[in-house]
C-alpha cells in the first residue's frame, strides 16, 4: 500500500485560493473549455471517498449539441446553463452496488494473487457484510426486518442502524455522489475555469432527455465554462459560524 | 462582486496530489492535530457551494474527553475512530433553512446599502421562491400539492419537481453537507493530516448523545489524526472508468 502522504508546503494556501475563488459562476463568457480539463476533473471526481467504495455515481458528460440544446431547456433556460460550455449531470445510483462488490471482490483477488497483503476483514466484508447491509429486498422487506433486528440488538449493543430502505439508500447514494461533485467542481476551478452546479431543472425532462435509469436520483447538474467579467452575481454571503459550527 | 479568479500555475497539480493522496485512514498515529488545522479546515467546509446558500449543514467538533469515549464506541470501536485524535460529527438539518433565508435576506440588505448592486431578482428569490421550494407544510401536504402543482405546470413547461417531501428535504440536506464534508477532508488533507469519513455508527446512541435535533440526519463522522505507518489498509481500487464516465 503506498502510505506516502508528503505534499508541498504551500499546498494547504493553494488549497484555500482554490476554494475561496470558487464561486458559483451564473454568466459565463463563452470560452470553449479544453476537454483535457474536464477529464482529469472527473478523474478527480472518481478518487472521492465514498461509501464502502462501491462508488454510486455517475457522471454523463453532453456532449452532442442537440442534447445541450435541450438540457438547457430542461435547466430553465437560466443563464448558468444558457452561457455554459459544458455540463455534467450528475447521477446517484441505488441499484448498482452488487456490481460494484463484485468488482471490488475481483480486485482485491488479483492484488492478493500479486502479492499485496489484503486482510482477511475486507474480504469477508465484501462477502457477506456489503449485502446484508444494502439489500434492501422486494418491496423493501429485507429491509424493515432489518430495521427490526437493529433495535433488538441495538438495545444492548452499539449496533449500525441505516440504510434499511429505498429513501435510505437515496441518501446513502447522494452523498457519496456529491463527495464526488465538489471534487469535479474544485478541479475546474484549479484549472482556472468556473462551474454552476443546478439544482433548479426539470428533472422528469432531464430523464426522459437522457433515458436515465429509474433507480438514479440527479442531484445536480453542473455546467461548466469560463468566468464572464460579471459572472458572479452576488458577494460571498456566509451566516455566523457559530450557528454551523459547535464544539462538544 | 469579487470577480478575481486568479490562481497560481501548479494549483492543478498541487490539488491532484492533494486528492490523489488522500486515503481513508483506520489507524492513526495518536498525534495530535492542531486546533488551527481543524479551525481552517472547518472555514473551507463552510465555504462549499450549496443549494440556495442555504447551508443546511453543522459540524460537531466533539472535544470533550467523556463524549470522545462514547462516541468511539457508537462507532463501533472501529481502529478509524479508536485511534483518531479528533472528531467532527456532520449533521445535514432540513428545519433550518427558513432561519438562513431570513437571515441571507438581511445579509443581502446590508450589503445593497452598503453600495453593493444586488438584483432585483435575488431579493424576490428569498422573498416568494425559496419559500415555496422549500416549505413542505404539515403532514407534508404543501408538498403534495406542490407535486400535484409541478405535474400540472410540467405538461406544458420545464418545471423544478422537488424537493416536494419530506424525504426529498433529507437528500437535499444531505446533499449540501457532503460537498463541505469533502471540502473539509481535503484540507485536513492539504495540511498533512488525514481522515476517515464514517458510517458504521449508531445514530441512535450518537444522537442520544449529543442530543442531535430530531429535524437533522447524520451523513457521516469524521475521524482526524495523522497518518499510522500502515494506516492504509487497502490498495487503490477503481472500477473501469467507462462504468461511471458516460460521454453523450
Redesign the interface.
Same mark, same amino acid.
Given at each position: 500500500?503506498?502510505?506516502?502522504?508528503? /505534499?508541498?508546503e504551500?499546498? %494547504?494556501a *493553494?488549497?484555500?485560493? *482554490?476554494?475561496?475563488?470558487?464561486?458559483?459562476v451564473r454568466i459565463f463568457d463563452g470560452s470553449p473549455v479544453p476537454e483535457s480539463v474536464i477529464e =482529469?476533473s472527473?478523474?478527480?471526481a $472518481?478518487? !472521492?471517498?465514498n461509501?464502502s467504495?462501491l462508488?454510486p455515481?455517475?457522471?454523463?458528460?453532453? =456532449?452532442?449539441p442537440e442534447?445541450k440544446v435541450e438540457l438547457v431547456? !430542461? @435547466? /430553465?433556460?437560466q443563464a448558468a446553463a444558457a452561457t455554459a460550455s459544458e455540463f455534467i449531470?450528475c447521477l446517484a445510483r441505488t441499484a448498482?452496488w452488487e456490481? !460494484?462488490r463484485v468488482?471490488?471482490l475481483n480486485?482485491?483477488e488479483k492484488?492478493e494473487k500479486a502479492g #499485496?497483503r489484503?486482510?482477511r476483514a475486507?474480504f469477508e466484508y465484501y462477502r457477506k457484510l456489503v449485502p446484508l447491509m444494502y439489500a434492501q429486498g422486494p418491496f423493501g422487506l429485507r429491509g424493515l426486518l432489518k430495521r427490526i433486528l437493529f433495535f433488538w440488538t441495538?438495545l444492548s449493543k452499539?449496533?449500525? &442502524?441505516?440504510p434499511v430502505s429505498r429513501?435510505d439508500m437515496?441518501?446513502?447514494a447522494? =452523498?457519496?455522489?456529491? /463527495?464526488a @461533485? +465538489?471534487?469535479f467542481?474544485? !478541479?475546474i476551478? %484549479?484549472?482556472?475555469y468556473?462551474t454552476c452546479?443546478m +439544482?433548479?431543472?426539470?428533472?422528469?425532462?432531464v430523464r426522459r432527455l $437522457?433515458d436515465i435509469p429509474s433507480d438514479a /436520483?440527479i442531484?445536480?447538474i453542473i455546467s461548466v465554462g469560463k468566468?464572464g467579467?460579471?459572472? #458572479?452575481?452576488?458577494?460571498? *454571503?456566509? %451566516?455566523d459560524?457559530s450557528?454551523?459550527? =459547535? *464544539? &462538544?
Open positions: 500500500m503506498e502510505q506516502s502522504d508528503t /505534499l508541498p504551500n499546498a %494547504a *493553494i488549497f484555500e485560493q *482554490i476554494v475561496t475563488s470558487r464561486r458559483s =482529469k472527473l478523474d478527480m $472518481l478518487s !472521492a471517498p461509501s467504495n462508488q455515481w455517475e457522471f454523463h458528460w453532453v =456532449k452532442t442534447l431547456k !430542461a @435547466c /430553465l433556460s449531470v448498482t456490481r !460494484a468488482d471490488v480486485q482485491l492484488h #499485496v489484503i486482510p475486507a441495538g452499539p449496533t449500525p &442502524r441505516e429513501h437515496e441518501v446513502w447522494t =452523498k457519496s455522489t456529491a /463527495l @461533485c +465538489e471534487n467542481m474544485l !478541479a476551478r %484549479a484549472y482556472g468556473d452546479p +439544482e433548479g431543472f426539470d428533472s422528469v425532462r $437522457l /436520483l442531484p445536480m468566468r467579467p460579471k459572472g #458572479v452575481t452576488l458577494p460571498v *454571503i456566509r %451566516a459560524r450557528l454551523f459550527v =459547535k *464544539i &462538544r
